[in-house]
T-cell receptor, first 113, second 111 residues
Framework: DMKVTQMPRYLIKRMGENVLLECGQDMSHETMYWYRQDPGLGLQLIYISYDVDSNSEGDIPKGYRVSRKKREHFSLILDSAKTNQTSVYFC????????????FGPGTRLTVL | GEKVEQHESTLSVREGDSAVINCTYTDTASSYFPWYKQEAGKSLHFVIDIRSNVDRKQSQRLIVLLDKKAKRFSLHITATQPEDSAIYFCAASRSNNRIFFGDGTQLVVKP
C-alpha cells in the first residue's frame, strides 16, 4: 500500500522549544520533501532530500534543518521554535526528483505559543 | 527560477456546469505540469498531469490543456459535482528539476 505517514498529527509547543516532525514512506522513493502551508500562501518548499544524507535547501530553509538517515524516513527539526513557524507541515515523496508524481502525507498541524 | 501563477484564487460554479482553472508559467524549459487537489482539512493528492509532448489530456471528467507558446495550461472539470469542491494546485517543472506550485484555486460547486 503506497503511503506517506507523518507523526505527530497535531503538536503544541512553546516558543524556544525544539520540535521534531517525522515522516515515513513505504514506496522506496528516492526523493522526499518538506513543505509548509499557510492560508493564502500555497505550499512553500522547505527542504528536498534526494536520498540518504543528500539534502538541499528549498525556498524557506531558515529556522529548519532536516535529517535523512534511512531512505524511508525524513525528519524536520526546528531548533528553538518561533511563533511564526506555526503552520501545517506536509511531507511528500516521489520516485525521483523532477517530473514525477508526489505523494503527500496527512500533514502535521504545529502551533507554537 | 520558475514561477507559476494561478489566475483565479476562488471559483464558484453550479453543479453540472464546467469549471476552468487557469495557470501560467515563466520557464520555457518546463515540460511537466501536474495538478493536485486538496479537500477541506485534508492533504493534497495528485489528480492529473500533462507533459509537453502533448497539448491535451483527458481522464474521465478532467481535461488538461497546454499552450506552450503562451506558457499557459488549464484544468477543465466537466459536469461538476459537489465532491469536486476543493483547492486545486497547478505546478510546473523541468524534467530534471524540482516542481514549482501555484498558490491554489478554491473551487466551490454549488448545488
Amino acid at each position: 500500500d503506497m503511503k506517506v505517514t507523518q507523526m505527530p498529527r497535531y503538536l503544541i509547543k512553546r516558543m524556544g522549544e525544539n520540535v521534531l516532525l517525522e515522516c515515513g514512506q513505504d514506496m522506496s522513493h528516492e526523493t522526499m520533501y518538506w513543505y509548509r502551508q499557510d492560508p493564502g500562501l500555497g505550499l512553500q518548499l522547505i527542504y528536498i532530500s534526494y536520498d540518504v544524507d543528500s539534502n538541499s535547501e528549498g525556498d524557506i530553509p531558515k529556522g529548519y534543518r532536516v535529517s535523512r538517515k534511512k531512505r524511508e524516513h525524513f525528519s524536520l527539526i526546528l531548533d528553538s521554535a518561533k511563533t511564526n513557524q506555526t503552520s501545517v507541515y506536509f511531507c511528500a515523496s516521489s520516485l525521483d526528483w523532477g517530473a514525477y508524481e508526489q505523494y503527500f502525507g496527512p500533514g502535521t498541524r504545529l502551533t507554537v505559543l | 527560477g520558475e514561477k507559476v501563477e494561478q489566475h483565479e484564487s476562488t471559483l464558484s460554479v453550479r453543479e453540472g456546469d464546467s469549471a476552468v482553472i487557469n495557470c501560467t508559467y515563466t520557464d520555457t524549459a518546463s515540460s511537466y505540469f501536474p495538478w493536485y487537489k486538496q479537500e477541506a482539512g485534508k492533504s493534497l493528492h495528485f489528480v492529473i498531469d500533462i507533459r509537453s509532448n502533448v497539448d491535451r489530456k483527458q481522464s474521465q471528467r478532467l481535461i488538461v490543456l497546454l499552450d506552450k507558446k503562451a506558457k499557459r495550461f488549464s484544468l477543465h472539470i466537466t459536469a461538476t459535482q459537489p465532491e469536486d469542491s476543493a483547492i486545486y494546485f497547478c505546478a510546473a517543472s523541468r524534467s530534471n528539476n524540482r516542481i514549482f506550485f501555484g498558490d491554489g484555486t478554491q473551487l466551490v460547486v454549488k448545488p
